[in-house]
């Protein structure tokens, strides 16, 4: 079992819809978990981070966690062709001091 | 501009060279990190350092050594370069905060083996 799984897509939404990309991960010691955008050839981006259980919103972005069912989601609002990317799950383990990233997923917005 | 920089952006070299990648965070970090992307865009942590001292060392061939002269600096020195080596390598900055550990990345470095 991968230790973060996403599905790699291509996830394919168009322009004004809702994008919902989804993330279950392994290591129930996670505290905290990340999303970033990486726009191809560029860099990781951090868009969304989340601490506890529920829903947090920030703009178009919406992160969901579940500790219980080790899972994680990013709903993308009113989706637009910039928002063309992959995004990347990361939780954090503080006893590992690390990040652990899913392959992401590519989501692709249609005009 | 606060960031984190890294040079060189593209690095192509024969097999069995000796490089290195520097980064640089000005954002008044205390932990640095190097990342690896293969081609199938994995990303995967290979060292971090914290206020100078490595804190992470995951298992990464001894041929790659990271030196932290400072906590603003991480480099990233590889010898004997192998085809295999050929990725993104990312540096990343995060101010240690408990589990609030939003880190921060360089726009990496494209490391092409011949």
């Known amino acids: 079992q991968k230790e973060v799984e996403q599905n790699s897509g291509p996830l394919s939404v168009p322009e004004g819809a809702i994008a919902s990309l989804n993330c279950t991960y392994s290591?129930?010691?996670?505290?905290?978990f990340f999303w970033y955008r990486q726009y191809s050839g560029k860099s990781p981006e951090l868009i969304m981070s989340?601490?506890?259980?529920g829903d947090k919103e920030d703009g178009r972005f919406t992160a969901q966690l579940n500790k219980a069912s080790q899972y994680v989601s990013l709903l993308i609002r009113d989706s637009q062709p910039s928002d063309s990317a992959t995004y990347l799950c990361?939780?954090?383990?503080?006893?590992?001091?690390?990040?652990?990233f899913g392959t992401g997923t590519r989501l692709q917005v249609t005009l | 501009d606060t960031a984190v920089s890294q040079t060189p952006k593209y690095l192509v070299t024969q097999m069995g060279n000796d490089k290195s990648i520097k980064c640089e965070q000005n954002?008044?970090?205390?932990?640095m990190y190097w990342y690896k992307q293969d081609s199938k865009k994995f990303l995967k942590i290979m060292f971090s350092?914290?206020?100078?001292?490595?804190?992470i060392n995951e298992t990464v061939p001894n041929r790659f050594s990271p030196k932290s002269p400072d906590k603003a600096h991480l480099n990233l020195h590889i010898n004997s370069l192998e085809l295999g080596d050929s990725a993104v390598y990312f540096c990343?900055?995060?101010?240690?905060?408990?589990?609030?550990?939003?880190?921060?990345f360089g726009p990496g470095t494209r490391l092409t083996v011949l």
């Open positions: 990343a900055s995060s101010a240690t905060r408990d589990f609030y550990n939003e880190q921060f």
């Open positions: 290591d129930r010691g996670s505290q905290s």
């Open positions: 990361a939780p954090y383990t503080g006893t590992a001091s690390k990040l652990t």
């Open positions: 989340i601490y506890s259980n």
């Open positions: 954002l008044g970090h205390d932990t």
């Open positions: 350092y914290n206020n100078k001292e490595l804190i």
